[in-house]
């Protein structure tokens, strides 16, 4: 089996292997990955942080090796939480924006690499702390809904309650369906800033997530990262209409 990792910023995680398909989610800067099969210039991989599966260019990595693998899945590094984060090579004085959430192997001092790459960094580090739940979910107010996305690029509403728990030292599954198996019950009374709210559709399939904040609001992923009204029914929009139908909440903490 061969390994890699991805090191650009932010490289699209397709369902099939063409240029055309969809984007099912992205690979940011410094996740590491197996390679399951090679097909002309694509690569189908399964991701080590969340277990997902697709097709990334194959001009869109770096080779690794088993140990370099092994190194990076059992060892824990810092994660970038600046949005305007920027790494430089240092043999070529390259320079590329990395996104909020991305991984930096074997950081020290503003300098990481990636195999024998060596990078210098701007970046700030995540807390991991679950106290900064809200000011990180908060620094992305108004960043664009995408499809797969799950950065300050675009993003979309499971991978924003991904990333703003990954930020604070918590790994969650990238869909909102799986990540609804995590974590324990509480009910719309009893819940509190930080519980993750599930909707669902017409057929009961859940299809929606926002992190719920104080004062019965809610913030969440849909046509932007947004603050909307919280109730026992769903979230409420500024004209007042039920967008999305509560399912379910769930604590993590």
Not at 96 to 122: D, E, M, Q, W
Request: aromatic residues 12%; glycine residues 8%; charged residues 25%.
């Amino acid at each position: 089996m061969e390994f890699g990792i991805c090191n650009l910023g932010n490289v699209p995680l397709r369902s099939e292997p063409n240029d055309r398909s969809e984007t099912v989610s992205f690979v940011v800067f410094g996740e590491h990955f197996k390679i399951n099969q090679l097909k002309e210039k694509w690569i189908e991989i399964t991701t080590f942080h969340d277990n997902y599966k697709g097709w990334i260019c194959s001009k869109q990595y770096k080779e690794i090796t088993y140990e370099d693998y092994d190194n990076l899945s059992v060892n824990e590094f810092p994660i970038n939480a600046s949005k305007n984060a920027e790494i430089i090579d240092v043999n070529t004085n390259e320079s590329y924006g990395i996104p909020i959430g991305s991984i930096l192997p074997y950081y020290h001092k503003k300098n990481l690499k990636i195999r024998a790459t060596k990078f210098t960094t701007n970046v700030s580090i995540a807390s991991k702390d679950f106290n900064d739940l809200e000011k990180y979910a908060l620094s992305l107010l108004n960043t664009p809904y995408l499809w797969g996305g799950r950065s300050n690029y675009g993003i979309d509403c499971s991978g924003f309650s991904q990333l703003i728990f990954r930020l604070c030292g918590i790994s969650l599954p990238r869909d909102a369906r799986d990540q609804a198996k995590e974590g324990f019950s509480v009910d719309f009374e009893r819940s509190q800033k930080g519980d993750l709210a599930f909707f669902h559709n017409n057929k009961g399939v859940i299809n929606h997530v926002g992190i719920i904040l104080d004062n019965y609001k809610i913030i969440h992923s849909s046509g932007k990262v947004r603050i909307d009204s919280f109730k026992n029914d769903g979230i409420c929009s500024e004209k007042g209409i039920i967008s999305h139908h509560l399912n379910s909440i769930k604590r993590f903490i």
